[in-house]
């Protein structure tokens, strides 16, 4: 995105809202990587 179109743009315009994925502060790589594991195993399961 070139700077002059960043620095007009608002967050809510290019962040998603719907199925967003929190983590604590602080979460070590290997933890967030675990949970990001987890939460893909469950929605590949719940398309079956």
């Known amino acids: 995105m070139p700077d002059e179109e960043m620095a ?6 290019v962040m ?4 967003l994925i929190t983590a604590p ?3 070590s ?3 967030a990587l ?3 594991a987890k ?3 469950r929605k590949t399961s ?3």
């Open 16 to 19: 998603t809202s719907e199925s």
């Open 29 to 31: 790589r290997e933890d």
């Open 34 to 36: 675990a949970l990001f």
């Open 8 to 13: 007009s743009t608002l967050v809510r315009d």
């Open 39 to 41: 939460l893909q195993n």
């Open 25 to 27: 502060e602080g979460i």
């Open 46 to 48: 719940l398309g079956q």
